[in-house]
């Protein structure tokens, strides 16, 4: 059973507002981010935020141990941006 059902219309602009029971439910806040899928006749609105300072250390730890696997140098991180900046 689905807990929080509501309706909803989408204005002239493409704008859809969600409903505010769904919004407290969910501790939506004005300016929140989301990802949206859409497909067949399904529109899926996922929360996307920024990982917190933990998240991001645990992140940056999973690619450092990544790239001292594959060997991988500073120099060549370095080549890399160039290459893709297009510089010489």
Partial sequence: MIANLSTTK????????????????LGLESGCQFLVLGEKDAVILKTISAPSKKEFSGLL????????KAGLQSRDITEAIVKVRGKK
Avoid at 11 to 24: N, T
Avoid at 61 to 68: L, R
């Fill in 10 to 25: 989408m204005s002239s602009k493409g704008q859809v507002v969600i409903p505010e029971s769904i919004r407290k439910t």
């Fill in 61 to 68: 730890s999973k690619a450092h141990k990544a790239a001292q």
